[in-house]
């Protein structure tokens, strides 16, 4: 990895360039096709979307990554609402991947996130690697995922916080924002604005459609 980039906020003028992106990104990683191009599209128009923590990680004149915070809470067992952030998708362009710039850009916007004075951070990712950047099983903060069975495997879950001890006699349910749940037809509308691509089920996928 080289140090030749810059991360800045993300501008109108970088939709579209970020967009295909994290379509190429995500394209047949999680689910044949993706959904994550019309998440951003959408969630950007959200009343929980910080704009202010909306970066994209720049080389040679071209967005090579990028990560974005939105607000939430999490329902605690008190009764009271305790405001935190989840984040993403955060992505980098597929043949720079595994080469340091995802967890340059991670460090990057969670400081800032810090500086702003938000508390946690929860959110679904895969310990081996955000476990690098400072997060840990939110299971460890008495924080559970919403809908999710007793019995079942929460490990997907993770917890970073940001003010040490701020969820320290929390805990309760995160709620994920409800913008992130798009209908499959609108993806499919949405899509058709980008170069065909086809979609794929391959092992290791977690949806079939």
């Known amino acids: 990895m080289t140090d030749n980039y810059t991360i800045r906020l993300e501008e109108e003028k970088d939709y579209r360039e970020v967009e295909n ?17 019309y998440v951003i599209h959408v969630l950007r128009k959200d009343d929980a979307f910080i704009k202010e923590l909306d970066f994209v990680m720049e080389q040679d004149g071209t967005i090579i990554g990028q990560n974005m915070f939105m607000k939430t809470v999490i329902n605690a067992d008190d009764g009271k609402d305790v405001p935190v952030l989840t984040m993403g ?7 720079l991947k595994r080469q340091g710039y995802g967890k340059a850009i991670l460090d990057c916007s969670l400081e800032k996130a810090k500086e702003m004075g938000f508390g946690a951070v929860l959110f679904e990712g895969n310990i081996d690697f955000y476990g690098k950047s400072g997060f840990d099983y939110a299971s460890k903060f008495d924080i559970r995922y919403h809908d999710l069975p007793e019995d079942a495997d929460s490990s997907f879950f993770l917890c970073q916080e ?3 001890g701020y969820l320290d006699n929390v805990s309760g349910v995160y709620q994920t924002p409800q913008g992130y749940y798009v209908k499959d037809e609108e993806v499919e ?7 065909p691509k086809k ?11």
């Open 189 to 195: 509308e949405f899509d058709k604005d980008f170069p």
């Open 21 to 37: 992106l994290i379509r190429e990104s995500f394209w047949n990683v999680y689910r044949p096709g993706c959904s994550e191009h």
């Open 162 to 164: 940001l003010i040490p």
């Open 199 to 209: 979609k794929l089920k391959l092992p290791g996928q977690l949806f079939d459609k």
């Open 89 to 95: 998708p955060i992505c980098i362009t597929p043949e």
